[in-house]
Structure formats: C-alpha cells, structure tokens
C-alpha cells in the first residue's frame, strides 16, 4: 500500500521538523519527506489540508484489562481507543489478573495485541510474584518475553529491602524500574488531597509528604544501585522540587504526570465527584500548576493518559467506595493540546511530550517521521472543537471528569504501519 499525505503541516520533534509538507508511505514505513519518491504511484491520497500531521502518539500508561478483567474492557475496545485518539504505541501497566509476572502471560498479550493488527502494546512486567511485595519476578526472562520495563503499578510495595533487591536485579541487565513514588502507610485508606476540601467533605486524606516521602527513598536507592528509575505520575509541587535537585546533582531519572492533573485540583472534586476519584489524588491549584511548568521546562519528561477505565457499578458508589481511576487515551491530544495554547507553548514543544520523549522513556523506535522509519502516523484538526459525551467514547470504560467539556483537537486519520487503522 502506497499512501501520500498532502497538503498538512508536518511537525516531527525528534527532527526538528515544523512546515507544510507531504508525507509519502510505502510497505509500512515512511519512504519521503516534502517530494515524492521516483516512480511513486500513491495507491491512496489523504488530503491533509488545514491539518498537523505528526507522529503517532506514545502512551506511557494505558490498563487494556486482560488479561482477566474483561468484564470492565476488552483488548479490541481499548486498542480502538487508542486508535481514535491517535495512539499507536501504548505501554500497559502488570496489574492485570492475574499480574504480568510470568513470561507466558506477557506473550499472550503480546500475541493478542499483534493479532488485532491495531496499536503497538508494550507490557510493563511486575517486580514482584503477583504484585505482593515479597518474592521478585524472573526479571530476565520476562524482558526476554517482550516487557520493556519493571513496575508495581498502584499496588503498595511496603518493604525497603525488596526494592532495594529489585532494583539491584534490574541495574544488573540494565533494566528500566518505573515506580510511583506514595508511601504506602502515610497513604493508608486515603483518597483525597489532605487540604482544605478533604476537610470539608470529610474524606480522608493523602498528604503530599506521602509521595515526597517514597521520592527520598527511590532516589536515594536508585542512587546506590545505579538502576534506570522512571517516576510515573507525579502529583505535587514538592515532588517535582525534588526531582530537580536529584537531577541537578547527577540523578539519572525521567518521570512523567498524567493529563488529568494538568487540568485538574482538588476543587473539581466538587460536591463527591467519583469521577475526580484518582490515583494520585488531585491536588492544589498550585500543586496543579507547579506540574503544568515542570512539563513545560522539561523537568517531566512525558504526559501519559493514564487511561485506567472503570465499571459503572464499581464508579457510581459514594467517593471514597467507588473505584479509582479514568478514562484517557482518547482525550490525551487534545488535553495536551489545551494545556499548551493555555500556557502559550509551541505546538512541537506539547506533540513532543507525546511522541518522542515518551518513546524515549519506553526504549523504543517510535514517535518520529524519519525516512525509513515505521509509518505510524497521526492526522489531526487542531481547530475541531467537540464535546466529550461519555456514550460516544470507544473505551468500554465512559469514566472521565471532563464528561460534557468541549474540547479543540479531533483526530481524523491514524495510520499503523502505514494502514490506516482508524478515519474519522
């Protein structure tokens, strides 16, 4: 299949890239730049006019549910998704049932994931046998098996000396550890940003101290063992302070912040929103903003969906009883999007925190339009506003706090190996 896009502006970060020219695809990969190739017969032309064509977007966090929790989605649902928002490489978190913690698991997503022919899935394996903190997983093997790094996703990993052993293990085969940094018992039964509107609603709280407490320890382990640390979702000003400092004096760690919080605070919670039930809690508008300048100046690395959908009867339940989390994958381009017109970012500084340093962060060849490269690409109208209808999403989960928010940013043409996989 040869596709030609012409006529959009062409912003590739990794190549410094940022004008109005066609794109040329042949057998999967990108074939030219601005002219066409001799001999060049498109089989397809997508007119691109008054459109950005980029990249496709990497995700560094997406739960697809399987295996094991089909009930709330399916592989096919989430991987369409990914698909409508212009998502072509996604990283899914090991807590699944049962977790990534064995090579044959990691192989059958794999193989699930490759048979449906859509995004491009990298599994994020478990440290730890079952995601219970004591016996490490078969890391070696696991990688072997196709996970490109190690996690203990939002599951506590309360004992210091595992996770020193694990990231020991894992500096040993030059292995990424990804760790969210929430000290398990000053976060005990928490659900809301200590602050003023968990005291007046009564919720019990989650301190910031609670994160900066497990950034000390991680950065001080990472420190000693010499592992590769990626600290995923950070959530407060104080957190983000500390990875500067650490950085400053050497550290080498990325980190990354879901979309949510760039928009969000406590004060969406409103009047016991579940919807604004998230792991990490929302936090101040000044914690909001701090993180919102960290991405902007490269202290965070990468903006994720954090796409984690839920079961209706599982989120509709008072705040502290409904089960955290959000849908994401389709609204993570135009939320980034809304984050840099707001603060007045160029438009390649936000794509890149979506394509090419979060395939960076992953290890892997995406994110970026080089001649040669595989021809995973995203078309978009950044001037198309719409309305995010929870019935209209392709997540199986319609979970989101932005349900009834207009938004500008609509993906129209997502190709995956130079096939378009998803037209609007």
């Keep these: 299949m040869k596709i030609h896009i012409k006529g959009g502006r062409l912003i590739d970060p990794r190549n410094n890239l940022d004008a109005m020219h066609d794109l040329y695809l042949a057998a999967g990969k990108i074939v030219a730049v601005g002219t066409a190739p001799a001999g060049f017969h498109a089989n397809r032309t997508i007119d691109a006019g008054g459109k950005i064509v980029c990249p496709g977007l990497v995700d560094l966090s997406a739960r697809l549910r399987e295996p094991g929790l089909e009930y709330i989605a399916t592989l096919e649902s989430e991987m369409d998704a990914a698909l409508a928002g212009g998502v072509t490489s996604l990283a899914c978190p090991p807590d699944t049932d049962p977790p990534l913690d064995e090579p044959g698991l990691v192989e059958m997503l794999k193989y699930r994931a490759r048979n449906l022919n859509k995004a491009h899935v990298y599994p994020v394996g478990a440290l730890t046998a079952g995601l219970k903190g004591v016996q490490l997983t078969e890391m070696a093997e696991l990688r072997d098996a196709g996970c490109v790094a190690f996690s203990h996703a939002d599951v506590p990993l309360v004992d210091n000396q595992v996770l020193f052993y694990a990231m020991q293990y894992a500096a040993t085969f030059d292995i990424p550890v990804w760790l969210r940094p929430q000290d398990a018992s000053l976060a005990r039964n928490g659900v809301a940003h200590d602050g003023q509107i968990a005291t007046r609603l009564g919720l019990p709280s989650i301190p910031v101290s609670a994160e900066t407490a497990a950034l000390a320890v991680i950065l001080l382990l990472a420190r000693e063992t010499g592992a590769r640390v990626h600290l995923c979702r950070l959530s407060s000003a104080a957190g983000i302070n500390m990875v500067r400092r650490a950085r400053h004096d050497g550290a080498k760690v990325t980190c990354d912040v879901a979309v949510h919080h760039l928009h969000l605070s406590e004060m969406d919670i409103g009047y016991f ?36 959908p839920v079961d209706d009867d599982a989120k509709q339940l008072p705040f502290a009883e409904a089960e955290p989390g959000a849908t994401g994958l389709e609204l993570l381009l135009p939320l980034t999007l809304k984050w840099a017109e707001e603060d007045q970012l160029p438009l390649p500084v936000a794509l890149s925190r979506i394509t090419r340093d979060a395939a960076d962060i992953l290890g892997i060849d995406a994110g970026h339009l080089t001649v040669g490269a595989d021809a995973d690409v995203c078309v978009f109208d950044p001037e198309r506003y719409w309305k995010v209808e929870p019935a209209s999403l392709r997540s199986q989960g ?19 190996g130079g096939l378009v996989a998803h037209e609007a």
């Design 273 to 308: 929103d579940p919807h604004c039930h998230l792991i990490p809690p929302l936090r101040s508008q000044r914690d909001r903003d701090a993180l919102r300048k960290g991405l902007a100046d490269h202290t965070i690395d990468a903006v994720c969906s954090d796409h984690c």
């Design 398 to 416: 319609n979970n989101t706090p932005f349900s009834g928010i207009e938004l500008k940013g609509r993906v129209t043409h997502t190709l995956v």
